[in-house]
């Protein structure tokens, strides 16, 4: 077994503290990765908080992993020792149901094996994600990350990213094409930067006139203020498509009335309670309200070069691991512009406290 250190959770009410536990030695597929940056994500808090439910402690989170891989396994043919790595969502899947063989991993019929909070293909070994100094994973998980662009940036593509990439992909996005998106935050902002390098007009919707500016900073074309009546009108019938980032509790029936007859409003955030939706909203204009996840492993990889060409990065506020705690703080009151992201360098000054055992 690999020694490894990082933070986590014991329980869904204590904050996240040094962590000794170990991975498993590196398999003839394997990759070594020791891990430099790994983004925080929102959904973090949720499982770390268990407020989805099923949460397994002890935790350590965090599913935007880039690092250097420092050592392969004996069959592995992706890649070599020194090559820059990065792990998303997902560390392993059945591999075999229909989902899987078409490349849509993510949506595995037998057990999607998490990169943290999850249970590894045997059902009984619990996974640990980026919040630590090193991971091991199959290469055919892996992503290959390009060394034209400044890493820390690159860490949370490997979920906000293809978060917002996927429906974009999936509903062939572009010129043409009027796009809204809801809040400007970790996703938002990615879905602003690859929409409109995709070439679409695109206009943010956010409940804070504050972020007009940033919002035009990052390419989009147009603003509106949702809690403004009159705004909201002039809006009505105006959008192609509506990809919706926020995951506080909102009304999307304000927004479905923003599409055009055949328009779309694809949700990527999850509020904490079901949100009633008018079917009026839906057949009055044969209107669609589809649901996205992350990408695939090829999908994501296509996403990560489409970056690379397009210099499209996330902005980022760099965090040493020990302001892990805080950083939770701020990201629940959206003061953060607009992903934290873990120097897991960090790490080498911490004594770990506790130690996983067995």
């Known amino acids: 077994m690999i020694p490894a250190k990082g933070y986590a959770a014991h329980d869904a009410t204590s904050l996240l503290g040094p962590f000794n536990f170990e991975r498993r030695e590196v398999g003839e597929h394997d990759v070594l990765i020791d891990i430099q940056y790994c983004g925080v994500c929102h959904s973090d808090i949720h499982q770390v908080r268990n407020e989805w439910g099923g949460s397994i402690y002890p935790m350590v989170p965090g599913h935007e992993i880039v690092g250097r ?10 890649f070599k020792v020194g090559d820059l790595g990065g792990v998303g969502c997902f560390v392993d899947s059945c591999r075999t149901c229909h989902s899987c063989q078409e490349g849509l991993e993510q ?15 045997d059902k009984k070994t619990p996974t640990y994600g980026g919040y630590s100094s090193q991971i091991v994973v199959d290469e055919n998980y892996t992503l290959k990350v390009s060394e034209k662009l400044d890493l820390k940036r690159v860490a949370p593509l490997l979920c906000a990213g293809i978060t917002t990439y996927s429906p974009l992909m999936q509903w062939k996005v ?23 390098s995709l070439g679409a007009d695109v206009t943010v919707l956010s409940t804070s006139p504050g972020k007009e500016q940033d919002a ?20 009505r019938n105006t959008f192609d498509f509506i990809v919706d980032t ?9 927004y479905l009335g923003m599409l055009r007859r055949d328009g ?35 999908e994501t990889q296509e996403m990560l070069d489409y970056c690379a060409e397009h210099n499209i990065m ?22 953060v512009r607009y992903r934290f992201v873990i120097d897991m360098a960090s790490l080498e000054n911490e004594v ?3 130690e996983l055992r067995g």
Request: glycine share 10%; aromatic share 4%; net charge positive.
């Open 264 to 298: 779309t409003m694809i949700l990527l955030g999850v509020p904490p309670e079901p949100t009633p939706v008018a079917a009026f909203h839906l057949i009055g204009k044969r209107k669609r309200l589809v649901g996205s996840m992350i990408g695939g492993i090829q």
């Open 216 to 235: 035009k900073a990052l390419g989009a074309h147009n603003f509106a203020v949702t809690k403004d009546p009159e705004q909201v009108k002039q809006l």
């Open 69 to 78: 891989i420092s050592k392969v396994g004996s069959k592995v043919t992706k």
């Open 174 to 196: 572009g010129k043409g094409h009027k796009v809204a998106i809801v809040g400007l935050g970790g996703l938002g902002h990615m879905a602003v930067k690859l929409a409109v």
């Open 352 to 354: 770990a406290t506790e």
């Open 314 to 335: 996330s902005d980022v506020e760099v965090i040493p691991i020990q302001k892990i705690n805080e950083a939770y703080e701020r990201t629940l009151k959206s003061d």
């Open 246 to 254: 926020v995951s506080a509790p909102h009304d999307y029936n304000l």
């Open 107 to 121: 949506y595995c019929e037998v057990h999607n094996v998490g990169t943290y909070n999850s249970l590894e293909r």
